[in-house]
């Protein structure tokens, strides 16, 4: 049988493959623009931009891997391993931002990481952040799992004096052997921690998430994770429970099976009915924040708590 690709499956099939190296390749994704709409209603940005498709940090719980399935790319590996850089041209993206108006949101990462290690070679972040500089006035939420954040500082001080920007460090576990099997190709907590001081000696507004809190590994982390993040400069801190669909559950499983057998039937019979976890685990989460911020010496409050979603992993469109 012939299979016809259609929209996104067949513009990545057409994609220039640019450098198979190791088990990674990159390839260009022809895009009709890298700024998309959000009406999720639930997070405080109604634009997102994520400059790339799939995620070389290849997070055991990511759920953003059902994205792939849309290119006809359905192994759990493909996620990881074939990674697309949206096509950019500077002139179509400021005629997208001129769509953006002043005061909206924008949020950078929401899909996929933005300084993930296809941008030390494309640069699409630091170009779309370059012409966020030359504009003003709006609200821009920026987050990675990158120490390579750091390479921007001027810039994001630049993007800072012009917009009202927060960026967002996810940092899970402080556990160096937890967090190499569980995001195994993401900079280790210690680099991100880092990269948090660096942006707060710079002046920028920055904060640290811990989401997604895995139950029973994750979840004892939370005050030493609020603590890192205060003495770290982070003038925020928090955390939500993880979210586990069919596409993520088929990688996480696995994981569980190797490093915490005995938890897998607990995972098994919570996620295969839905992917959230009971509303009553998430409000003993949350007071539990609640108080380790306070402990931290953080504002008692997140800031931008009203307007967040259930998830800080958060699903959205691209
Ligand atoms: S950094 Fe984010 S997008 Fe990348 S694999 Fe991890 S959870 Fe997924």
Partial sequence: MVSVLIGIARLASEGQLLEAKRAVEYRTLPSRGILNRCTSGKVPF????NPYRGCEFACKYCYARYTHEFMELRAPEDFETQIFAKQFTLDGFRRD????????????????????PAERRYGL????????????????????????VARDVELLQEVHTRHWLHIGLTITTLDDGLARAL??????????????????????RVGVQSSPVLPLITDGEVEALARAAAEAGASSYIAYGVFLMP??????????????????????????REAFLPEEYAARLAERVRVARVKAGLPERHNLEESYPEAAQMALPF
């Avoid at 170009?127 to 990675?144: M, V």
């Fill in 247 to 272: 596409s993520a559950l088929r990688v996480f499983l696995p994981f569980l099976e190797e490093r915490y057998p005995r938890l897998v039937r607990k995972y098994e019979q919570r996620f295969a």
């Fill in 97 to 116: 931002l001129a769509r953006v108006k002043r005061g909206e949101g924008i949020g950078i990462g929401t899909a996929t990481d933005p300084y993930q």
């Fill in 46 to 49: 109604s634009w997102t931009i």
């Fill in 183 to 204: 995001e195994p190709r993401a900079p280790r907590p210690e680099l991100r921690l880092e990269a948090v001081r660096t942006l707060a000696r710079a002046g920028l």
């Fill in 125 to 148: 972040t630091r170009r779309i952040l370059r012409a966020l500089a030359d504009t003003s006035g709006h609200r821009i939420f920026l987050t990675t799992k990158s120490d390579l």
